[in-house]
């Protein structure tokens, strides 16, 4: 059974940085994709991040050059840094991961919320 557990949400000034982090069990994050969400208050769902098998990383336009995504193997967690966080990056964050990559997203964490004040 894949289980994804979310944390390091907070609250947070303008400008300052938070470091979520998503411990994967029953799911091998070392070989499969993985992917941030967040969903703003009353708005959709968007992808933030993702980090493909390869290595290789994708982002959002609205958080290129201030958020990044990563991963530790031996831990089996996903973390994704934010740094010069704005007010409207305020939204519930959930990591994701697909059966295999390049399919939709099948498991879902809880998520955790970041709010950032001006």
């Known amino acids: 059974q894949v289980r994804l557990v979310e944390s390091g949400g907070g609250s947070v000034q303008a400008g300052g940085s938070l470091r979520l982090s998503c411990a994967a069990s029953?799911?091998?994050?070392?070989?499969?994709?993985m992917a941030w969400f967040r969903q703003p208050p009353g708005k959709a769902r968007e992808r933030v991040a993702q980090?493909?098998?390869?290595?290789?990383?994708t982002y959002a336009d609205s958080v290129k050059g201030r958020f990044t995504i990563s991963k530790d193997n031996a831990k089996n967690t996903v973390y994704l840094q934010m740094n010069s966080l704005k007010p409207e990056d305020t939204a519930m964050y959930y990591c994701?991961?697909?059966?295999?990559?390049?399919?939709?997203?099948?498991?879902w964490g809880q998520g955790t919320q970041v709010t950032v004040s001006s």
């Open positions: 994701a991961a697909p059966a295999i990559c390049g399919w939709s997203y099948r498991y």
């Open positions: 029953g799911y091998t994050v070392g070989s499969h994709c």
């Open positions: 980090l493909d098998s390869d290595g290789s990383t």
